[in-house]
Structures are given as structure tokens and as C-alpha cells.
């Protein structure tokens, strides 16, 4: 092989190992992964303000490390004061890495799930919103 073209290869190597280097993200194992959260309450709950698409789960869809996912759903009757919290997650992985908030006004619940940006080792995950009434 002459000179020009192992100085071709080298530059195409150099290219790469630039490449590889720029893409590297330290901590993160999975670029996004599918979610979905069931729903449990004693009063149904609804996808849309006429109460007509009754929720008994949400697809979080594909989520990715550092961002956070909102899903609003409406409260049968209006009810204005709930707690929320969750049970069963099918990997004690992705409990360590996700927090699901909620604000609750005038039958309107905003769910909020906060993905940490050190994410690892998760690829699906799911588990159960429970919402009582206060």
C-alpha cells in the first residue's frame, strides 16, 4: 500500500475515534425506552374534559434520560382534592430513576413523569398510578 493511501486510512480511523468520543455519554446505557402507567381508583378517570375516553392506562411512550413526560387527565365529579402515588413497578431499576408528581385542580390531574438524566439499565418498565380521593 503506498503512503497516500495508509494516510487515507488513518485520517478515515481518526474520523471514527472522533466520532465515537463526541457520542459518548457517560452513566447512560439506554437512549430511550417504552413506558406505560396503570391507572387505579375508586372514581373514574378520563382523557378528555367531557369525561367520553375513560383512562386505564397511559402510554408514556418513548422516553429519554433528563426530560419529563405530562399527561392531563380529567376526574369524574370534579373531585378537587386526591393523592397519587404508585405500587408495583415491574423493574426496581427504573423506581430508582423515575418520579411521577401530580397537581390536582378543579378535577383537572396533571401527571408528570421526571426521568433522571443517569438513567441505566432500563429498557421497559412498567407500573400503577393510584388515585384516592383526600
Same mark, same amino acid.
Request: proline share 2%.
Given at each position: 500500500?503506498? &503512503? +497516500?493511501?495508509? @494516510?487515507?486510512? %488513518?485520517? @478515515?480511523?481518526?474520523?471514527?475515534?472522533?466520532?465515537?468520543? %463526541?457520542?459518548?455519554?457517560?452513566? *447512560?446505557?439506554?437512549? %430511550?425506552?417504552? +413506558?406505560?402507567?396503570?391507572?387505579?381508583?375508586?372514581? &373514574?378517570?378520563?382523557?378528555?374534559?367531557?369525561?367520553?375516553?375513560? #383512562?386505564?392506562?397511559?402510554?408514556?411512550?418513548?422516553?429519554?434520560?433528563?426530560?419529563?413526560?405530562? *399527561? !392531563?387527565?380529567?376526574?369524574?365529579?370534579?373531585?378537587?382534592?386526591?393523592? *397519587? !402515588?404508585?405500587?408495583?413497578?415491574?423493574?426496581?431499576?427504573?423506581? &430508582?430513576?423515575? !418520579?411521577? !408528581?401530580?397537581?390536582?385542580?378543579?378535577?383537572?390531574?396533571?401527571?408528570?413523569?421526571? #426521568? +433522571?438524566?443517569?438513567?441505566?439499565?432500563?429498557?421497559?418498565?412498567?407500573?400503577?398510578?393510584?388515585?384516592?380521593?383526600?
Amino acid at each position: 500500500m503506498s &503512503k +497516500s493511501a495508509w @494516510l487515507i486510512v %488513518a485520517i @478515515l480511523l481518526l474520523l471514527l475515534l472522533i466520532l465515537l468520543i %463526541a457520542s459518548y455519554q457517560p452513566g *447512560v446505557d439506554v437512549a %430511550a425506552f417504552r +413506558s406505560r402507567g396503570t391507572i387505579k381508583s375508586d372514581f &373514574k378517570v378520563f382523557f378528555d374534559e367531557a369525561q367520553t375516553e375513560e #383512562v386505564t392506562v397511559i402510554d408514556w411512550g418513548v422516553l429519554e434520560p433528563g426530560t419529563n413526560m405530562t *399527561v !392531563t387527565v380529567y376526574l369524574e365529579d370534579a373531585v378537587a382534592d386526591v393523592e *397519587v !402515588t404508585t405500587a408495583n413497578w415491574s423493574s426496581a431499576e427504573a423506581q &430508582k430513576f423515575l !418520579t411521577l !408528581t401530580s397537581l390536582c385542580e378543579g378535577g383537572q390531574l396533571g401527571l408528570t413523569l421526571h #426521568v +433522571s438524566p443517569e438513567i441505566r439499565d432500563v429498557e421497559t418498565f412498567s407500573f400503577d398510578i393510584i388515585i384516592t380521593k383526600r
